[in-house]
């Protein structure tokens, strides 16, 4: 990474990180559990598949940028991401 996470203020503890990143891979489960539910109602399913979609990819993207906070090497976590347009992004904040 270009620049470390010191450079935007007090240091973060990698305890920190870590609580941030299982905070992160909750919410995911959360995200991805009410989507499901969602998706067992035939009618809601029919009716709301791009937003349910919406709702998979947020619990995606909320699990890998937890993985790349707690990561040892968080470029090779980015490089890592299955999810283009995060990891493009990503790749963008990190190349400024």
Avoid: T, W
Avoid at 23 to 39: K, S, Y
Avoid at 51 to 68: T, W, Y
């Amino acid at each position: 990474m270009n620049q470390s996470l010191h450079e935007f203020g007090a240091p973060h503890s990698a305890a920190l990180l870590a609580g941030i990143a299982a905070r992160l891979a909750r919410l995911a489960d959360q995200a991805e559990d009410f989507g499901i539910v969602l998706c067992n109602d035939a009618e809601v399913s029919g009716r709301y598949l791009m937003q349910l979609q919406q709702i998979d990819r947020l619990a995606q993207s909320l699990r890998e940028m937890g993985i790349v906070l707690s990561a040892k090497d968080p470029e090779a976590a980015v490089a890592a991401i299955r999810l283009g347009e995060l990891r493009l992004a990503l790749e963008k904040v990190d190349a400024a």
